[in-house]
């Protein structure tokens, strides 16, 4: 699929790519709606409904990322509310191959989530995901997001890396368009984030459920 001799970063973004999408997709459609609905005393359908449109209304921006927004958007305690559900964050059954291989094959592995640093720090916390790389970078230290090419402008440099010998992994066709628009060479979408969920028909990036698909050829 790539030719592994003409990358030397690769930048991965973390939820759906390294860790299941799941416990996100429960907290954000299921954990948070009914704990908002006890504390306004509203129904459930109703809180579903306000915080779906609140989702929409800030959708692709910072602030949909931002804890401290949806805490004050909500007035919950956010992340306390994550720590509640923290028992579903694991990392997918096959990212710890692929990040093991990405190393031996000594590349610069760099994690670029668009997750606020209390999100991040909690699935740390939970995953020990941070051994895997040489640095972690929250997109909220600059401010916008992989949807947004200053996004990528800035990250550039940042990390001064060549465009031409990078490869970008995520689960998110219009963050990929977004660093394919910047001119990345190598992109790689994951098809299956949330491994409660089927897996996404996807024809505009070349796509794998499994990193055993592209492990073989790294070393």
């Known amino acids: 699929m790539f030719n592994w001799a003409e990358i030397d970063t690769v930048l991965l973004d973390m939820d759906g ?25 509203i129904s459930e359908e109703d809180a579903h409904k306000l915080l779906s449109q609140g989702y929409q209304d800030v959708a692709g921006t910072i602030d949909w990322y931002c804890l401290d927004y949806w805490a004050d958007k909500t007035q919950l305690p956010i992340v306390e509310l994550k720590k509640e559900v923290q028992h579903l964050i694991q990392m997918r059954d096959d990212a710890h191959d692929f990040l093991i291989a990405l190393k031996k094959a000594d590349k610069d592995v760099i994690l670029v989530t668009n997750a606020h640093p209390d999100a991040l720090a909690l699935k740390i916390e939970r995953t020990g995901l941070d051994k895997y790389f040489d640095q972690l970078i929250s997109t909220h230290q600059f401010g916008v997001t992989k949807e947004s090419q200053l996004l990528w402008q800035r990250l550039h440099e940042h990390l001064k890396f060549d465009k031409s010998r990078t490869l970008f992994v995520d689960d998110s066709l219009p963050i990929l368009k977004s660093a394919q628009m910047f001119g990345i060479a190598h992109l790689l979408a994951i098809a299956n984030p949330d491994s409660k969920l089927p897996s996404n028909s996807i024809t505009d990036f070349p796509a794998i459920e499994h990193y055993q698909d592209v492990i073989t050829d790294i070393c």
Request: hydrophobic share 30%.
């Open 17 to 41: 790519t390294l860790l299941d999408l799941h416990y996100d997709n429960h907290f954000w459609k299921s954990h948070l709606p009914t704990r908002y609905a006890q504390h306004h005393d």
